[in-house]
C-alpha cells in the first residue's frame, strides 16, 4: 500500500494537468464562440471577415501563449511550495517523533522511523561516537532500520556506495556520529529533501542526542555519588569490614556494567580481614588469596596463586580492568578487578571510577587496621599496668611475707614448738608458690604478643625469662622453614596456650628442661610443649583440679578452630599438640 506522501506527490501533477487544459480550452471556446455569434448576427464583407478571423487568430495564440506561461508559473511555485511543505513536514516529523523521549536508544530508533519515513529511504542507521573517544574511533552505540526483511547491510565506513546520503550529526564543531540514508534505486531528485534540510534534520538530531547524553550523564553521575556516599557511610559507621569490602565490588560490577568481579586480597589484606571479622576467614589456608565477591553472605573465597580465580576463566577471554588497592607508604592490600564477557572494553572514566571505588576499599581497610593496631596497643598498655599493680602490691606482699615467715621458722623459741614450726614451714612454702605464681603470671602479661615480631621471636623471649624465673632449660625449636606473621588474636591465643602448658610444667612436672616446637601440620601451625618431667595420668587429671587448666586451653584454640592433645603417662613426661589448621601466612625471612 502506498503511503499517504507517495500518494500526494502523484496527485499533484494529474490536477496541474486538469488546469492546464481548462485554462487553454475555455479562452479558446469563448473567442470562438464570440466570432461565430458576429458572423450571424452581424454581416460583413469577404475583406472584414479576413481581418476578423486574422485578428481572432492572434488572439487566440495570445491568450494560448499567456495561459501556458501563467501555468508553468504556477506549476513551479506550486512545486516550490510543496518541497518546501514536504521539507518542513520532515523536520517536524523527527522533532515530534523524539520529543520527551530520554532513553537514548528510543530517541535513536524513533528518529530513524521518522526520517526513513520522510525520505523514502530504503535503509537507515545511525552511528554514536564515544564521548570520550576518537570521531572515527569503534562506535559506542549503532542502530539500524529497513524497510524490508530482505535489505542488505549498512556500509562500512569509506566504502563508496551509489543512493547513498551521509549526514553528520553535529551541534557546532563537535560531531556526534553520523546518519547513514540508502536511497532506492531509481529515486527522482524531487523526491529528495534538499541538502540544507537533511543537514538541519541531523543537527537537530545531534542536539536531541546530546541533551539525552547530558541527561544520562548527570543521572549516571548522581547513582555514582549516591553510591560512593553509601560506602562512606559504612566506613563512618564502622561497619563489617568484608560487608563494606563486598559493596565496594557490588558497585563496581553494576556502576560499570560488568559480568564479574573481585577483591582479590593479598596477604596484608587477608589478616586485615580476620583481625576485624575472624569468622570471615575462620578454616581457610591463606596460602592463596581471598577473594571478596559482591554477596555479603559468603564473601570470602580461595584461589592458590598458581590458579587463576574462577571468576575469571568464566569470561572467556574478555576484556578485564584491574587497579591496586594499596594502603599507607604503599601496603598493598590487594587488586580490585572487573571483567566482561563480550569484547567491549573499559573507557577511561569507567577506569577512573573503579579507582574511586577502590580508594574507598583503602580507606576501609586502613581504617580497621589503625583501629586493630589501636585496640592492640590499649590491651598492651592495660597488661602493662596490671602487671604493674601486681608486681608493687601482690608479689611484693607475697615476697615479705614469705621472707618473714622463713625468718620466724629459723628462730630457737618456735623451732622447740614443732608443730608450730612445721605449720609455718607449710604456710612460707605456700606463700613462696603464690609468689612465683604471680611472678609468673607478671610475666605473661609483659610477654606477649607486639607490633613487628612474629609468633616465633614472641616465644623466644617468653622463654628466655620463663627459663630464669622456674630454673629449667626452656628452649625453642622452629621446624617452620621460615618466619611465619599470624593474625594477632590467633597470636594472643597461642602464647596463653603455651603459657598455660609451661605453668603446668614449673607447678606439677618436676622437669629439668622443656621445648617448644613450631611445626607445619595440614597446611597450619602445630605447636608442641614436651618436658621430661614426672608426667600424670590424663584421664584423672580432668577430673581433677587440675583439669580447669586443660579445659581453659581446649577453650582458647576453639576460639581460633584449633585442637588440644595431650600425651602423657606417670615417669614419661608430657606433650602437649596444638594444632590450628588454615590460618598462617608467609612472611619473607630477617
Not at 495561459?67 to 513551479?76: K, N, Q, R, W, Y
Amino acid at each position: 500500500m502506498a503511503k499517504p506522501s507517495e500518494r500526494k506527490r502523484r496527485t499533484v501533477p494529474v490536477e496541474l494537468d486538469r488546469l492546464r487544459w481548462i485554462a487553454v480550452v475555455l479562452p479558446v471556446a469563448f473567442i470562438l464562440l464570440v466570432e461565430a455569434l458576429r458572423l450571424l448576427f452581424i454581416g460583413q464583407d469577404s475583406a472584414q471577415q479576413a481581418g476578423n478571423l486574422a485578428l481572432a487568430g492572434m488572439m487566440l495564440v495570445a491568450v494560448v501563449t499567456f495561459s501556458i506561461v501563467m501555468f508553468l508559473g504556477i506549476e513551479a511555485t506550486q512545486r516550490h511550495l510543496v518541497r518546501q511543505n514536504r521539507e518542513l513536514a520532515a523536520v517536524d516529523a523527527v522533532s515530534t517523533a523524539i520529543q520527551g523521549e530520554l532513553g537514548l536508544e528510543v530517541v535513536i530508533d524513533a528518529a530513524l522511523e521518522s526520517v526513513m519515513e520522510s525520505t523514502g529511504a530504503s535503509e537507515a542507521s545511525i552511528r554514536i561516537f564515544p564521548q570520550d573517544g576518537p570521531a572515527g574511533g569503534e562506535p559506542a552505540l549503532e542502530r539500524h532500520r529497513a524497510a524490508g526483511p530482505h535489505a542488505s547491510p549498512m556500509p562500512a565506513k569509506g566504502q563508496v556506495v551509489p543512493h547513498l546520503i551521509d549526514i553528520p550529526l553535529s551541534t557546532g564543531s563537535t560531531v556526534l556520529g553520523r546518519m547513514l540514508l540508502h536511497l532506492p534505486e531509481g529515486a527522482e531528485e524531487p523526491d529528495l529533501l534538499a541538502t540544507a534540510t537533511l543537514n538541519n534534520i541531523g543537527h537537530q538530531l545531534a542536539s536531541a542526542i546530546q541533551i539525552r547524553q547530558l541527561v544520562l550523564g548527570l543521572q549516571r553521575r548522581q547513582l555514582e555519588d549516591h553510591r560512593l556516599y553509601d560506602i562512606l557511610l559504612k566506613v563512618a559507621d564502622q561497619g563489617a569490614l568484608a560487608d563494606v569490602l563486598a559493596t565496594v565490588v557490588r558497585d563496581a560490577r553494576e556502576l560499570l556494567g560488568a559480568d564479574q568481579g573481585a577483591l582479590c586480597l593479598s596477604e596484608l589484606g587477608v589478616r586485615v580481614v580476620g583481625d576485624d571479622e575472624p569468622n570471615a576467614v575462620d578454616g581457610m589456608s591463606l596460602r592463596g588469596i581471598a577473594c571478596i565477591h559482591d554477596d555479603a553472605r559468603q564473601c570470602v573465597s580461595l584461589h592458590d596463586r598458581q590458579h587463576p580465580c574462577s571468576l575469571r576463566e568464566s569470561l572467556d577471554g574478555g576484556p578485564i580492568v584491574e587497579v591496586p588497592v594499596r594502603g599507607p607508604e604503599g601496603a598493598s592490600y590487594g587488586t580490585l578487578w572487573l571483567g566482561r564477557r563480550d569484547r567491549a572494553g573499559f573507557a577511561e572514566r569507567e577506569e577512573r571510577l573503579l579507582i574511586a571505588l577502590s580508594d574507598l576499599g583503602s580507606i576501609a581497610l586502613t581504617g580497621a587496621r589503625a583501629r586493630e593496631v589501636e585496640r592492640q596497643a590499649a590491651i598492651v598498655a592495660e597488661r602493662e599496668r596490671i602487671a604493674r599493680e601486681m608486681h608493687d602490691s601482690l608479689a611484693q606482699v607475697l615476697g615479705v611475707t614469705h621472707l618473714r615467715l622463713r625468718a620466724l621458722g629459723g628462730r630457737r623459741e618456735v623451732a622447740v614448738l614443732e608443730p608450730a614450726a612445721s605449720e609455718i614451714a607449710d604456710l612460707a612454702a605456700l606463700a613462696e608458690d603464690a609468689y612465683r605464681d604471680v611472678r609468673e603470671a607478671i610475666l605473661g602479661l609483659r610477654e606477649g604478643p607486639r607490633a613487628g615480631r612474629t609468633l616465633a621471636e614472641s616465644i623466644s623471649a617468653y622463654l628466655a625469662r620463663y627459663g630464669q624465673q622456674a630454673g629449667l632449660d626452656a628452649r625453642l625449636e622452629n621446624d617452620l622453614g621460615g618466619e611465619f606473621a599470624l593474625p594477632p588474636r590467633v597470636e594472643v591465643q597461642l602464647i596463653r596456650v603455651i603459657q598455660e602448658a609451661l605453668t603446668n610444667v614449673r607447678k606439677h612436672g618436676g622437669a629439668s628442661q622443656v621445648v617448644v616446637r613450631l611445626v607445619e601440620h595440614d597446611d597450619g601451625v602445630r605447636i608442641v610443649v614436651e618436658d621430661d618431667g614426672r608426667g600424670f595420668d590424663v584421664g584423672s587429671a580432668l577430673l581433677g583440679r587440675d583439669g580447669f587448666g586443660l579445659h581453659m586451653m581446649r577453650e582458647r584454640l576453639g576460639l581460633i578452630g584449633g585442637t588440644l592433645t595431650i600425651e602423657s603417662a606417670p615417669g614419661r613426661g608430657t606433650k602437649v599438640v596444638a594444632d590450628v589448621p588454615g590460618v598462617r601466612t608467609a612472611v619473607p625471612a630477617r
